[in-house]
């Protein structure tokens, strides 16, 4: 459950994350110094997550295995692709600014397709709590409101 919720957490932020980043890194800091700024001003799993990448890169580990630790750490899909993109465009030599928009952007829309799932997923379980409870008690309200209602006396018909 720990493992799960931390996973969600890191999911929630990255993107925020990344957007902060791509503006810091765009205002003319360092790709290393912007991630170590941003990560003093955040919290939780994905910030502790990168302070202890960039202590690995303090101590000597390269960039690329200090990333591909953080991506074995983390069992989060979104963290592999944070990690790939970065790779990916350190070695083609793109705008690591634009890379990381673009990654914000992507994780955003599969959280929202996500959502939508995990909402259709819900509405069976609706409908049959209200099956299971409501018609019940619907059907017992009827037949009390007929009973009541019929002016009826069950007495004599019962033989009282």
């Known amino acids: 459950q720990a493992v799960r919720e931390r996973k969600e957490v890191i999911d929630r932020t990255l993107p925020d994350f990344l957007d902060v980043l791509a503006v810091v890194v765009s205002a003319g800091l360092g790709f290393r110094q912007a991630l170590d700024?941003?990560?003093e001003k955040y919290e939780g799993p994905w910030a502790d997550e990168l302070r202890i990448t960039l202590r690995q890169m303090d101590v000597g580990v390269s960039r690329r295995q200090a990333f591909d630790e953080l991506r074995r750490r983390n069992s989060s899909e979104q963290v592999a692709q944070f990690v790939s993109a970065l790779q990916q465009g350190e070695e083609l030599g793109s705008p690591i600014a634009d890379t990381l928009i673009q990654l914000a952007n992507d994780m955003r829309r599969t959280d929202a397709?996500?959502?939508?799932?995990?909402?259709a997923k819900t509405i069976p379980k609706a409908t049959m709590v209200t099956l299971v409870f409501m018609l019940p008690a619907t059907m017992i309200l009827i037949a009390t409101g007929m009973f009541l209602g019929s002016g009826t006396d069950f007495g004599s018909?019962?033989?009282?």
């Not at 397709?113 to 995990?118: H, L, V």
Request: hydrophobic letters at 45%; glycine letters at 8%; charged letters at 35%.
């Open 37 to 39: 700024r941003v990560a």
């Open 113 to 119: 397709q996500n959502a939508r799932r995990r909402a």
């Open 157 to 160: 018909i019962l033989g009282r």
